[in-house]
């Protein structure tokens, strides 16, 4: 079945960075793109980052553009979201997806907090 696991959150202050992973398990990697979404506390969950399939093309939110990166390793089946410069505005929970034949599959997410 479709797995995906992320890791890498915690507590970071202010101008900080963190890596967030997704390892991901169940289906062919490397011919899906892969996103990633966020979720702060009493907002809707909104898309952070997505990377293509085989190109590697990549699109932001415009929140995060020239502090995010994303980026996957096929070899690993791995999706990261580098994030530098954070502010505590990047507060929330972070989500790995995937869409597969029209259906949504979430990872169970991981807390990044940004705070002094």
């Known amino acids: 079945q479709v797995q995906l696991v992320e890791s890498g959150g915690g507590l970071v202050q202010p101008g900080g960075s963190l890596r967030l992973s997704c390892a991901a398990s169940g289906f062919a990697f490397s011919m899906y793109a892969m996103s990633w979404y966020r979720q702060a506390p009493g907002k809707e969950r909104e898309l952070v980052a997505r990377?293509?399939?085989?190109?590697?093309?990549?699109n932001y939110a415009d929140s995060v553009k020239g502090r995010f990166t994303i980026s996957r390793d096929n070899a690993k089946n791995t999706v990261y979201l580098q994030m530098n410069s954070l502010t505590p505005d990047d507060t929330a929970v972070y989500y790995c997806?995937?869409?597969?034949?029209?259906?949504?599959?979430w990872g169970q997410g991981t807390q990044v907090t940004v705070s002094s």
């Open positions: 997806n995937v869409r597969l034949l029209a259906r949504d599959y």
């Open positions: 990377i293509s399939n085989l190109r590697g093309s990549t």
